[in-house]
């Protein structure tokens, strides 16, 4: 009976005959309640009055009325979150905070619980994003209780989830949004958190008990009489303390029991069935719970933040410091492949943003680099052991032991999944908020049994590398020397370990050693209480091991296996910088020769660690960043105050714009050299590549460098050029990439080497006349001043800027010319044109008799640019001691008869001013632009061999026909017969499709040459007896080829 209630008056009169009836009055007064009243071995006749008396100023509250007060109770509890630092009054506003999780309904197989344990940074968020799709049965906290796909409700949820991935955060803002009417308003009238934690006590209580701190107890029984309109929030189940027995046969809301019975009633069913449970809890207590929790009910499972949810809460986290910044400190998180898996759990994502936002109000820059990789895992293994792991059963050394236990038989065996039993092999239970549990089955319709393994690979992996330094001190020292690929043969010499039996697969376990062993780590608490403390403690002889490994690895670099150069690299940069000792650092980078990335992606931590271990050096003497990808303008700008310090540099960017020019500057510095650099996106405008190349020309040496612009001046040409008086350039070059008339060229570069300087100039033009598309020249170093470059390339551009034949052409022609004659020296001449017109084979040829020093002249055209009006595709001269040496090579046609792809002669060069070398080519083109024999062809064909009758002294003569018919065996032997100086003829015929016809063959055959020269033949030949094949001119280019048929052979004849 409530308080407040009357003892109950009962008058009886018992009188076999008499009608008079007894009156039995039960009152309660001043706003109590008369319940379960029970009138035993009693008969009456009459009536029966229970009645409720108020004062004056009490009413009667309903259901609803006491929902709203009971509302406002939970919101003045729930809309405020103390944080694990937070000081005392310290709060945050849950819907500030609040990020929405990524849950998911469906049990998945042991492969794809795999791939997400395994899987880190960017492709771990694929992953879960291929998740979060409707296959998984995606859902939310307001669907926690809709219909399933039969329309059924389910009156239980189990709601699952690792250590510190929110249960306890949802499970608050599920009262929170209730309360504030915007959750379940109107399914639920009352939703009541109950947790597990709190309840393992021994004193006997009641449900109604349970709930009287936060509805009145008179008014209790008025809110279970609704069971089904409640829903009860269990959370934590995993720790709630059980015994092994759970039978209990509880059923009454107001029965005292053990408050574990209690709630092994509610959720059993046993206690108001009708009520709706949500039960929270880690993977590891699922087993059990799922043989409590009465069924049918609903599993969901929450996987953490998403990729969109880390951005997310990064943005609620730095609000107050604004959009910029949240967003520059995601990015610097999300860089970080290690930190970046770790933010899928919200508790370790709250440790980095807490992390960051104390650097910033210190005042210090984002991209100086974050706490290391091992002491964010530190803080969260304190975190957790601090926050959930009151009253242990054995000491957290123990505990943490057989964690590391699992973890080294999962590496060793290569395994992230174990079956359940292995925790009995253990001597201490591990702790179970750093492990999960997956279910699976074996047997069709057998009961699905769990396999455990820890919450990611990078926890096995940390607790690996704890569990090593756990060890007596020579137990300890034997795995890591295993670990790292010493032999028993090099114990007593640990420098021994070499380079290249680096494995790259142990290197998370390693990484994790060193960050042990940095002194901040290696002092820090793991756990702090009132009974217990307990800190790491590192042997120095792990960290002396530890070091002299560095050190030969270093020494081995260039022997490191598989040819993983660069990642070897950079993961022992990542084990210098987690063990964060400047002295060391310095002593192990001057160790290194060049430090050479090879080709490696560099990550912005990359970066970080990169920095922080060149800054550690007072100068460094080679740094080979040439074929590293991902170098984008923030990272050369977190870089640049080492680089600067380079003696030697090789560096490639990804972008380069007019915003970053200055930070290439900077980082170029002045009396160093560059080897090497390339940017794969973006323009420099003239201004901006000004400034880069005055830079260049303060460097000592300069390699291969080029650079795209945004137009060419000649001011910035001129510069260029300069750079090459005092400067050793390998080959500086810039180039534009859209084709412009303000430029004077779209490509220039130079190069000085061993008293020799080279020049290349190109433009894109794509008219036929006038087209001097390329100029390319070698020259003396010394003669580059005397050069009237100004003229020259303004020269040029103004040829290759008309639309057409001008006036003042032949004037700049002849100004080229006169160039190219006052380069004394001039040595090798290479030019490029659109079409290869008379007029320019002609001055082509004149270059070779103006200027006397030339050794190697040639002019081409680019295949795809050939044209009707070409002579010729490709002339080429030189000179070798007194013999200059004329190749001429055709346009390429698609007729087979008339035609003369290649003519190479070599005679004296005295010769070379008395040839008609105008008269030659047009006889030349004339032959090769004919689609098929013609009526002057005899007469041109007499004409071009009166030309080489004309070169007293002619030595060789190299001709290529695409067939050789006997047409043109006839007048191969007609320039033997009238070249008497002639030594040496040979003929090759076309390599894909010609071939040498036997009509050919039998007339050189029984033909009477000159002895005394050589006729040579070559090309493909058909050996059939008969039915020989033959050159179709239509089929020309159509396979089959005549080099795919069996029945020729490639062969060479000497006649």
């Known amino acids: 009976m409530d308080q407040n209630v ?7 009169e018992h009188q076999s005959s008499s009608t008079n009836c007894p009156n039995i009055n039960i009152t309660a007064q001043n706003g109590g309640q008369v319940s379960a009243v029970m009138l035993i071995q009693s008969t009456f006749h009459g009536d029966v009055n229970i009645t409720q008396n108020f004062s004056s100023t009490g009413s009667q509250i309903s259901v609803s009325q006491i929902s709203a007060e009971y509302r406002e109770f939970v919101v003045d509890k729930c809309k405020t979150v103390e944080e694990y630092n937070s000081s005392p009054g310290e709060y945050m506003l849950l819907d500030e905070r609040y990020v929405d999780l990524l849950m998911i ?3 998945r197989e042991v492969k794809e619980r795999k791939q997400e344990l395994c899987s880190k940074g960017q492709r771990l968020q694929k992953v879960l994003n291929s998740r979060n799709r409707d296959e998984y049965q995606r859902t939310s906290i307001n669907q926690l209780f809709s219909p399933d796909d039969r329309g059924h409700v389910q009156k239980a949820v189990l709601l699952q989830a690792n250590s510190g991935n929110g249960k306890s955060f949802t499970a608050q803002k599920i009262m929170l949004d209730w309360a504030s009417g915007s959750l379940y308003a109107d399914k639920f009238d009352f939703i009541f958190h109950l947790k597990c934690k709190e309840l393992n006590v021994t004193e006997d209580t009641s449900l109604e008990e349970l709930l009287s701190y936060s509805i009145k107890p008179e008014q209790i029984t008025e809110v279970l009489h609704s069971p089904g309109r409640l829903l009860f929030l269990i959370d934590g189940f995993d720790e709630l303390k059980l015994q092994k027995t759970t039978h209990t046969s509880l059923t009454d809301p107001r029965k005292t029991a053990p408050p574990k019975d209690i709630l092994i009633a509610l959720l059993q069913g046993k206690m108001l069935p009708k009520c709706f449970l949500l039960v929270t809890t880690r993977s590891t207590a699922t087993p059990a719970l799922s043989k409590l929790l009465k069924t049918p009910y609903r599993f969901i499972e929450i996987l953490g933040f998403s990729e969109k949810g880390v951005e997310e809460y990064f943005q609620r986290f730095f609000k107050e410091e604004g959009g910029a910044f949240s967003r520059k400190a995601y990015e610097c998180v999300k860089a970080n492949q290690n930190l970046f898996t770790a933010c899928v759990i919200p508790v370790i994502c709250w440790i980095i943003c807490t992390y960051i936002k104390e650097r910033f109000q210190e005042g210090a820059d984002l991209t100086s680099g974050l706490e290391t990789t091992t002491s964010i895992y530190v803080n969260f293994v304190s975190t957790l052991l601090e926050n959930h792991c009151q009253d242990l059963s054995h000491p957290v050394r123990d505990l943490l032991k057989s964690l590391g236990q699992l973890a080294e038989r999962g590496m060793l065996q290569h395994k992230v999944l174990f079956d359940e039993t292995v925790e009995a092999d253990v001597n201490v239970p591990p702790l179970p908020m750093f492990l999960c549990k997956t279910p699976f089955r074996k047997i069709v319709h057998s009961r699905p049994k769990f396999m455990v393994g820890f919450i990611h690979l990078s926890f096995q992996e940390f607790f690996t590398a704890l569990y090593y330094v756990m060890l007596d001190e020579d137990e300890s020292l034997r795995n890591i020397r295993n670990l790292l690929g010493i032999t028993d043969h090099d114990k007593c010499d640990e420098t021994s370990a070499h380079g290249r039996n680096l494995n790259l697969q142990c290197s998370p376990v390693i990484r994790f050693l060193c960050g042990l062993c940095n002194e901040t780590v290696s002092t820090a608490y793991i756990m702090e209480t009132e009974t217990e403390t307990y800190n790491l403690s590192v042997s120095p002889s792990i960290q002396t091991l530890l070091k002299k490994w560095i050190l030969q690895v270093i020494a081995d670099s260039g022997q490191i296996r598989d040819g993983k150069v660069g990642e070897g690299i ?17 002593k192990a980078m001057e160790a290194w020769e060049e430090i050479h990335l090879g080709i490696t992606f560099l990550s912005t931590t990359d970066c970080w660690v990169l920095f922080y271990c060149l800054q550690c050096c007072e100068q460094i003497k080679n740094l080979n960043l040439g074929r590293c990808l991902g170098i984008t303008a923030d990272k050369l700008r977190m870089l640049q105050p080492a680089l600067r310090r380079c003696e030697k540099l090789c560096l490639c960017l990804e972008e380069l714009t007019d915003a970053d020019a200055n930070d290439l500057v900077l980082a170029l510095g002045e009396g160093n050299s560059l080897r090497y650099f390339r940017q794969h996106k973006g323009a420099l405008s003239e201004q901006s590549v000004q400034s880069v190349l005055i830079t260049l020309s303060k460097q000592k040496t300069v390699g291969v460098v080029g650079f795209p612009v945004k137009s060419i001046s000649t001011e910035t040409a001129v510069l260029l050029i300069n750079i090459t008086q005092n400067t050793e350039v390998t080959n500086l070059n810039i180039r534009v990439d859209e084709a412009s008339d303000d430029n004077v060229c779209s490509y220039l570069g130079v190069s000085n080497s061993a008293g020799e300087f080279r020049v290349w100039i190109s433009t894109y033009s794509t008219q036929i006349e006038p087209s001097l598309s390329k100029v390319r020249f070698t020259c003396p170093h010394a003669v580059i001043s005397s050069i009237n470059w100004r003229g020259f390339l303004q020269t040029f551009h103004r040829i290759n800027s008309s639309t057409g034949i001008y006036e003042g052409l032949e004037e700049d022609l002849s100004s080229l010319l006169g160039v190219l004659k006052s380069v004394s020296g001039l040595k090798e001449v290479e030019l490029g044109f659109f079409s290869l017109t008379e007029r320019w084979a002609s001055w082509v040829l004149s270059i070779i008799q103006v200027c006397t020093t030339i050794h190697k002249l040639k002019a081409s055209i680019s295949k795809e640019h050939s044209n009707d009006e070409c002579v010729c595709s490709s002339l080429c001269m030189s000179k070798d001691d007194g013999d200059f040496t004329l190749t001429v090579y055709g346009i390429s046609r698609p007729q087979t008869d ?3 792809s290649k003519i190479r002669l070599t005679y004296p060069h005295s010769d070379t001013s008395r040839t008609n070398w105008r008269g030659f080519l047009q006889t030349l083109h004339k032959i090769n632009s004919s689609a ?3 009526e002057g062809l005899e007469e041109d064909l ?3 061999l009166g030309v080489l009758e004309s070169m007293s002294g002619l030595k060789e003569v190299e001709l290529g026909f695409f067939s050789l018919t006997e047409t043109w065996a006839s007048w191969v032997l007609s320039i033997i017969q009238a070249c008497p100086t002639l030594h040496e003829l040979s003929v090759d015929t076309d390599m894909w499709n010609g071939l040498i016809l036997e009509e050919g063959v039998r007339l050189l055959e029984k033909s009477q040459k000159r002895p005394d020269c050589t006729l040579t ?22 396979p089959p ?5 069996s029945c020729n052979q490639n062969v060479k004849l000497q006649f």
């Open 105 to 107: 309904q469906k049990h």
């Open 898 to 900: 008339p035609s003369i």
């Open 932 to 934: 098929e024999a013609y």
């Open 570 to 586: 950079v993961f022992i940069l990542h084990c210098l910088y987690e063990l964060h000792e400047e002295d060391f650092v310095r």
């Open 942 to 944: 007499s004409s071009l």
């Open 1017 to 1038: 033949v070559s090309g493909m030949r058909c050996h059939k007896p008969s039915d020989q094949c033959t050159v179709d001119p239509e089929k020309k280019f159509c």
């Open 6 to 12: 009357q003892p109950v008056q009962r008058r009886e």
């Open 1041 to 1045: 080829l005549m080099m795919d048929l």
